[in-house]
């Protein structure tokens, strides 16, 4: 069974800083892929970042990039330079064996 | 490239009714997942076509079933509604890459 837990159910970060937003998986399968989904109030869920279970390097998109330690079981994602519109819920995800199991979010505030 | 589109927006039925959700995949996908997200919590995964079948299925009872036709549109059926149906219903398509295309969702009330 897979399972995803994201511990921080709020964060507060100051604009143009930079903050990690934690996650830690469970699997026992030998190959997944780990996501991180954006949720604005308006509800819609957008793809930030994914991660392989064999990738070497740490996944990077623009101001995100996804730290993954693979031994502890963990794959925080990192937000350089906050802006106000990265206020929102964000959402860890682990995909294997045709499911892909979500964590209960962490809400991110983006202070001005 | 059309993105993925799901109907109704809103619907609200009675306690024991059945409904219909339906979901347009983004062009060229053959796969579908769908999610019920209840209020402040996380989606939580219902099941995954590929293909007109289904390949994967959450914790969720037989009275939640699906449908993938050829053009890959799906359709999410609820039959004996309860009060704890009453959340926000997404699809998200896929072509065999990691990446899951969203749709807007249905908001579902169950009364």
């Known amino acids: 069974a897979q399972k995803i837990t994201q511990t921080q159910p709020g964060m507060f970060v100051q604009e143009k800083e930079a903050v990690t937003l934690d996650c830690t998986y469970d699997t026992s399968d030998p190959s997944y892929g780990l996501f991180w989904y954006k949720q604005p109030s308006s509800g819609e869920m957008i793809f930030l970042i994914y991660?392989?279970?064999?990738?070497?390097q740490n996944a990077t998109e623009g101001r995100y990039s996804l730290n993954f330690q693979k031994a502890r079981k963990s794959a925080n994602l990192v937000i350089s330079a906050s802006q106000l519109g990265d206020s929102a819920m964000y959402f860890c995800a682990i995909e294997g064996g045709f499911k892909t199991i979500f964590g209960a979010g962490t809400r991110l505030f983006v202070k001005a | 490239e059309t993105g993925v589109t799901q109907s109704p927006t809103h619907l609200i039925k009675t306690r024991g009714q059945q409904v219909t959700l339906r979901c347009s995949s983004q062009s060229g996908h053959n796969t579908v997942s769908w999610y019920q997200q209840a209020l402040g919590q996380g989606p939580q995964f219902i099941f995954q076509y590929y293909r007109e079948e289904e390949n994967g299925r959450g914790n969720f009872p037989p009275r939640f079933s699906g449908l993938q036709f050829p053009n890959y549109s799906s359709e999410l059926n609820v039959n004996a509604l309860e009060l704890d149906d009453s959340a926000l219903y997404l699809c998200?398509?896929?072509?065999?890459?990691?990446?899951?295309?969203f749709g807007p969702g249905t908001r579902l009330t169950v009364t």
């Open positions: 998200a398509s896929s072509q065999e890459t990691y990446e899951q295309y």
């Open positions: 991660q392989g279970s064999y990738d070497q």
